[in-house]
């Protein structure tokens, strides 16, 4: 879903963050820059950069509904949170697959956010928004591990300042199809898909990064183990860039066993794709000191390995788009 707005005389000339947040009471500043960077605002069709200057007639589109922008995370004391760490700054939780990490309609509950809200009542006000209290980064619906959120504004802005400037090691296991070449960088931009918002592109044409206004994105590959028909791979996520685990491993040819959305092979018995955020580290924003938290990898990856050892096949979706 997405909105539409007219931009009149009294528009001309005013920076399109600035614009959205005065025209929609419940899109702050922040919020619309931070959907101009994640390439959800366009302009006569094009995507802009949040600094983009308006011209009266202009026709901007907004690919966030209305009532996503109204989601303020609830508590909900009913979601068990499986924390790693915490302290009186910062909190590591062990994510589940199948659990989003926020809300995306206003009353919705059953999230990663719902449940710290509820266990942490400071994290409100805290964070990118009133839908994302106290986390800094984010997790894929079906991606598990360790997921990190701030108990307060200063801590907060510190990890978010480390997380931007490549100093937050996030590290993840990832089962992929063929034999993977260890180890190499994927440098490779990322843009939004035009007219499907499910899936993201990698610009490896600059013409395509400039026209899509893709964001910039490194993956590393650690290390490799062929584990029958598939990789067991460690990969580190230099960026914080949606999707860029998914689409980078996609664009070698290794997608991820159980991601259809990205051409990757179906395994039987996994109902999920295979990417497990494994392990974060990071210097602790008050006192400087090296943190380092570990997630075991879940029961359903460990059987889906061992299933895999044992001679199980990796098998083609038919319905699969193509990925990359």
Same mark, same amino acid.
Request: aromatic share 2%; hydrophobic share 45%; glycine share 8%.
């Given at each position: 879903?997405?909105?539409?707005?007219?931009?009149?005389?009294?528009?001309?000339?005013?920076?399109?963050?600035?614009?959205?947040?005065?025209?929609?009471?419940?899109?702050?500043?922040?919020?619309?820059?931070?959907?101009?960077?994640?390439?959800?605002?366009?302009?006569?069709?094009?995507?802009?950069?949040?600094?983009?200057? =308006?011209? #009266? $007639?202009? %026709?901007?589109?907004?690919? &966030? *509904? /209305?009532?996503?922008?109204?989601?303020? !995370?609830?508590?909900?004391?009913?979601?068990?949170?499986?924390?790693?760490?915490?302290?009186?700054?910062?909190?590591?939780?062990?994510?589940?697959?199948?659990?989003?990490?926020?809300?995306?309609?206003?009353?919705?509950?059953?999230?990663?956010?719902?449940?710290?809200?509820?266990?942490?009542?400071?994290?409100a006000g805290v964070g990118y928004s009133d839908r994302e209290p106290g986390l800094v980064h984010r997790l894929d619906v079906d991606t598990s591990g360790a997921l990190l959120a701030a108990r307060g504004a200063e801590a907060f802005e510190r990890l978010r300042a480390? =997380?931007? #400037? $490549?100093? %937050?090691?996030?590290?993840? &296991? *990832? /089962?992929?199809?063929?034999?993977?070449? !260890?180890?190499?960088?994927?440098?490779?931009?990322?843009?939004?898909?035009?007219?499907?918002?499910?899936?993201?592109?990698?610009?490896?044409?600059?013409?395509?990064?400039?026209?899509?206004?893709?964001?910039?994105?490194?993956?590393?590959?650690?290390?490799?183990?062929?584990?029958?028909?598939?990789?067991?791979?460690?990969?580190?996520?230099?960026?914080?860039?949606?999707?860029?685990?998914?689409?980078?491993?996609?664009?070698?040819?290794?997608?991820?066993?159980?991601?259809?959305?990205?051409?990757?092979?179906?395994?039987?018995?996994?109902?999920?794709?295979?990417?497990?955020?494994?392990?974060?580290?990071?210097?602790?924003?008050?006192?400087?000191?090296?943190?380092?938290?570990r997630a075991p990898m879940p029961a359903e990856l460990a059987a889906a390995l061992d299933r895999l050892r044992d001679g199980a096949a990796l098998t083609a979706d038919p319905s699969r788009p193509g990925g990359g």
């Open positions: 879903m997405s909105e539409t707005l007219d931009v009149g005389v009294e528009g001309a000339g005013a920076r399109v963050d600035r614009w959205l947040a005065e025209r929609l009471p419940a899109l702050s500043r922040a919020r619309a820059k931070r959907l101009a960077e994640e390439g959800l605002v366009r302009v006569n069709g094009r995507r802009v950069r949040k600094s983009h200057r =308006l011209e #009266a $007639g202009d %026709v901007v589109v907004l690919e &966030v *509904a /209305l009532d996503a922008l109204d989601a303020r !995370a609830v508590p909900d004391p009913d979601l068990p949170l499986s924390v790693l760490l915490e302290d009186a700054d910062l909190v590591v939780v062990d994510k589940a697959a199948g659990v989003p990490s926020h809300p995306l309609r206003a009353g919705e509950r059953g999230t990663v956010a719902n449940a710290l809200l509820a266990r942490y009542p400071e994290m480390a =997380l931007r #400037a $490549g100093r %937050v090691d996030k590290r993840y &296991v *990832a /089962l992929v199809e063929g034999v993977v070449v !260890a180890p190499r960088v994927v440098d490779v931009p990322i843009a939004n898909r035009p007219g499907d918002q499910g899936r993201v592109r990698v610009c490896e044409d600059a013409r395509d990064a400039e026209r899509l206004h893709a964001r910039a994105a490194m993956t590393e590959v650690l290390a490799t183990t062929q584990v029958g028909a598939g990789s067991l791979v460690e990969v580190r996520a230099h960026t914080a860039t949606r999707h860029q685990v998914r689409a980078h491993l996609a664009a070698l040819g290794h997608p991820l066993v159980g991601d259809v959305a990205y051409g990757g092979p179906v395994l039987p018995g996994l109902a999920r794709h295979f990417l497990h955020a494994s392990v974060i580290a990071f210097e602790h924003p008050r006192t400087g000191a090296a943190i380092e938290v």
